[in-house]
């Protein structure tokens, strides 16, 4: 199956301080990668969505100048907590399209927990 | 609005006793519907898709089952490696980003 990578699974910063998160396909190419949060006990919430060498598409009251993503390559992408507050915390999650022919499928990596202090 | 409701909330089973979840959906379009896994402080992980009503998909003992307006996912004398949050997600054809709507899941706790 294809795998999505995340790094870091973990991250402990202080309030103010950028975060960056970077999600890569690691087996196949992604024109379209995707941001998730999820808070604890909730299901996934979409953040944005990003093609490869264009700007992300934000969801409704998704701050762009606070969550900036980044989809440099067919297999990175990255998600930046810009002056990070303990509000931020959160588990977040990306997530990767695999095409093969007419079938898509999303992948996901296995997710950064952010605590920001 | 496309929308997905999954029951129950939560669902306590035995091993080895066989139990169903429901995945019901609402969308203008079905492009697909998907079953993922997630375990506590993971990233879900890919079950199945499905893409058409009457299509069915198995693996080991999980079965997803589709019709019109709703999916099951079977799962036949379960294990207590088999305990996560079932999530259920459509893709219709409409939005320019076809993005996946999940519902809230279902908790599985199997016990020994």
């Known amino acids: 199956g294809a795998v999505v990578s995340q790094h870091p699974s973990w991250v402990i910063c202080k309030s103010g301080t950028s975060v960056k998160i970077e999600c890569r396909s690691l087996?196949?190419?992604?024109?379209?990668m995707f941001w998730y949060r999820q808070f604890p006990k909730q299901s996934l919430m979409l953040m944005a969505t990003?093609?490869?060498?264009?700007?992300?598409?934000?969801e409704q009251g998704v701050e762009k100048d606070k969550f900036l993503i980044n989809h440099a390559s067919l297999t990175l992408s990255t998600l930046t907590v810009t002056s990070a507050h303990p509000e931020d915390s959160s588990f977040y999650i990306c997530?990767?399209?695999?095409?093969?022919?007419?079938?898509?499928?999303?992948?996901f990596g296995p997710g950064t927990r952010l605590l920001v202090l | 609005e496309d929308q997905v409701t999954q029951s129950p909330e939560a669902l306590r089973l035995q091993e080895g006793e066989s139990s169903s979840l429901n995945c019901s959906y609402t969308?203008?379009?079905?492009?697909?519907l998907f079953w993922y896994r997630q375990d506590p402080g993971k990233g879900p992980e890919f079950l199945f898709t499905?893409?058409?009503a009457g299509e069915e998909k198995e693996k080991e003992r999980l079965k997803a089952t589709l019709t019109k307006k709703e999916s099951f996912l079977h799962i036949t004398a379960p294990k207590p490696e088999d305990s996560a949050t079932y999530l259920c997600?459509?893709?219709?054809?409409?939005?320019?980003?076809?993005?996946?709507?999940f519902g809230t899941g279902t908790l599985l706790a199997v016990q020994p």
């Open positions: 997530s990767a399209r695999a095409q093969q022919g007419a079938v898509e499928t999303q992948y």
């Open positions: 087996d196949f190419q992604a024109t379209t």
């Open positions: 990003s093609n490869e060498g264009s700007k992300a598409t934000y």
């Open positions: 969308v203008s379009g079905l492009r697909g």
């Open positions: 499905l893409y058409s």
């Open positions: 997600a459509v893709q219709g054809y409409g939005g320019a980003t076809n993005k996946l709507i």
